[in-house]
């Protein structure tokens, strides 16, 4: 016979619990890196003025910053759609991380390469309780979009 073995200590619960966090899979959601995290996210950039390079897209007056930049009647950027071309490692996950970290949205990140149409329609709908239960916004950027058909 089976006996379980009794609790040396009380269970403890955490103090909140968001409703929301649940329905998005952490594997998706963009946090704070941990100590474990690869170098190169450790050593990404936290805020735009950190960003080095690219000057004529981050710089004061920019079209990066035009886009962050709130809007008079509600103090928030205005949302948009934005397509980042490049190479692999010049910076484009970076430029999208900070562009929700500057104007306070929830960042998600999926790859076409591993994601499917079920994939977005699920993180959509996520930011869409988000926005409505929060009111805060979220970016998604799809990596090698191109990939979808």
């Not at 205005?78 to 999208?96: D, F, N, Q």
């Amino acid at each position: 016979m089976f006996r379980a073995p009794a609790l040396s200590k009380p269970v403890r619960y955490p103090e909140a619990v968001d409703l929301f966090d649940a329905l998005t899979p952490p594997s998706r959601e963009a946090s704070v890196p941990g100590k474990n995290a690869p170098l190169a996210v450790r050593m990404r950039p936290q805020n735009l003025d950190e960003l080095v390079g690219q000057q004529h897209l981050t710089g004061i007056g920019s079209p990066l910053r035009q886009l962050l930049a709130p809007v008079a009647h509600s103090g928030r950027a205005v949302p948009a759609s934005v397509i980042l071309w490049g190479p692999p490692g010049t910076g484009k996950t970076t430029l999208a991380y900070l562009v929700s970290r500057q104007s306070d949205r929830a960042f998600v990140e999926l790859s076409a390469v591993t994601a499917g149409v079920k994939d977005v329609r699920e993180v959509i709908e996520t930011a869409r309780r988000r926005l409505l239960a929060t009111g805060q916004e979220t970016v998604l950027f799809i990596d090698e979009v191109h990939r979808f058909n």
